[in-house]
Nanobody, 125 residues
Framework: VQLQASGGGLVQPGGSLRLSCAAS????????IGWFRQVPGKEREGVAC????????YYADSVKGRFTISRDNAKSTMYLQMTSLKPDDTAVYYC???????????????????WGQGTLVTVSS
């Protein structure tokens, strides 16, 4: 199993970025997949998650209305469109797969296995 996150970078407050997570080595459309983020010295925070095929989602309150998670099962790729970015969104963003298939989208860290390498998002003027 491999997850390759990309798309991070430096953006000004109020700007936008789109993260991608390309997956391989497993049946992508059987699993919920999510984005987490981490700042040094803080716990990893669940940002958004999307179910395998029905499109149901979970968002952290801190990103609701600003971030949109999506997936393209034909391409085994997940996306996180981030808009109205704030300095507090600065973090390393990781994609991860739930351990069990057909799961409910959530932010429970313990339910996720197989983490990507992370991509750094810096929101600063």
């Amino acid at each position: 199993v491999q997850l390759q996150a990309s798309g991070g970078g430096l953006v000004q407050p109020g700007g936008s970025l789109r993260l991608s997570c390309a997956a391989s080595g497993f049946t992508f459309d059987d699993y919920a997949i999510g984005w987490f983020r981490q700042v040094p010295g803080k716990e990893r925070e669940g940002v958004a998650c999307i179910a395998d095929t029905d499109g149901s989602t979970y968002y952290a309150d801190s990103v609701k209305g600003r971030f949109t998670i999506s997936r393209d099962n034909a391409k085994s790729t997940m996306y996180l469109q981030m808009t109205s970015l704030k300095p507090d969104d600065t973090a390393v963003y990781y994609c991860a797969i739930q351990r069990l298939p057909y799961g409910v989208p959530n932010n429970r860290y313990s339910e996720y296995d197989y983490w990507g390498q992370g991509t750094l998002v810096t929101v600063s003027s």
